[in-house]
């Protein structure tokens, strides 16, 4: 079992950058493959970014490609978001989230195991 705790959201004007970070408990981090994803008000939860347990593999949504970045630190028991160029619609609580079994982006985007209770992120116009 893994405990995920999501920091780093707030109010950021459009075109800014917010850096999101998750910790999470337990001995075998660098056993998970982590995720983030996002919750827009009235809308169903989307993935966002992926990223395997080594961290050589990636994976993000066509909507954040090229904005957004994910990265880990296994040393340090926490996966980051570093977003950049937000944008009104990026508005959202945003959610960190485990697997000890996935492998590859389907799995990465519909199997996650464990969630963290989230963190806002609200961008102005």
């Known amino acids: 079992q893994v405990q995920l705790v999501e920091s780093g959201g707030g109010l950021v004007q459009a075109g800014g950058s917010l850096r999101l970070s998750c910790a999470a408990s337990?001995?075998?981090?660098?056993?998970?493959?982590m995720g983030w994803f996002r919750q827009a008000p009235g809308k169903e939860r989307e993935f966002v970014a992926a990223i395997s347990w080594s961290g050589g593999s990636t994976y993000y949504a066509d909507s954040v490609k090229g904005r957004f970045t994910i990265s880990r630190d296994n040393a340090k028991n926490t996966v980051y978001l570093q977003m950049n160029s937000l944008k009104p619609e990026d508005t959202a609580v945003y959610y960190c989230?485990?697997?000890?079994?996935?492998?590859?982006?389907?799995?990465?985007?519909?199997?996650?195991?464990?969630w963290g209770k989230g963190t806002l992120v609200t961008v102005s116009s």
């Open positions: 989230a485990a697997s000890s079994h996935c492998s590859g982006y389907g799995c990465y985007r519909d199997g996650m195991d464990y």
């Open positions: 337990g001995r075998t981090f660098s056993s998970y493959a």
